[in-house]
């Protein structure tokens, strides 16, 4: 169970250190008001409606219907972290966690039994008969 949470975790850790350094870019174009296609890290495809336009001969006339819009969300560039970029008490919380995790049980290998040596009483009457006490 441990190996299978330890993988699981580390693709998670590997897929939001990629998500977090690439740089997206969403490309839409509109068309009177629609939007008609939307792209990730390319340009997004037009309608058609300039290539109309040249077809029929209105050159001349502006038709600004037709709306090209893109955002970029840009990635995390310097990802470098030291130990000694964080505070006193998260560098004592990541020891205690990292080596509590890694050693889960090295404080229970050695019991210690105070009467270990100590044989138990020897029982020279019956208490449950003497005080008359019967579980029923």
């Not at 955002?71 to 919380?93: A, C, M, N, P």
Request: net charge negative; with cysteine.
């Amino acid at each position: 169970m441990k190996v299978l949470f330890q993988q699981i975790a580390s693709v998670c850790m590997a897929m939001l250190v990629l998500l977090s350094t690439v740089s997206w870019t969403v490309d839409k174009h509109l068309c009177m008001g629609r939007v008609m296609d939307i792209s990730l890290f390319t340009e997004a495809d037009d309608c058609g409606m300039e290539k109309a336009m040249v077809a029929m001969g209105d050159e001349t006339m502006d038709h600004d219907c037709c709306d090209d819009e893109s955002f970029t969300i840009s990635g995390q560039d310097d990802l470098k972290l030291t130990l000694t970029d964080l505070e006193l008490e998260q560098q004592v919380f990541l020891f205690a966690f990292t080596y509590t995790f890694l050693n889960p049980a090295a404080s229970l290998k050695e019991r210690c039994v105070p009467h270990k040596g100590y044989p138990p009483p020897l029982i020279t009457r019956d208490i449950h008969l003497l005080d008359q006490v019967f579980l029923i």
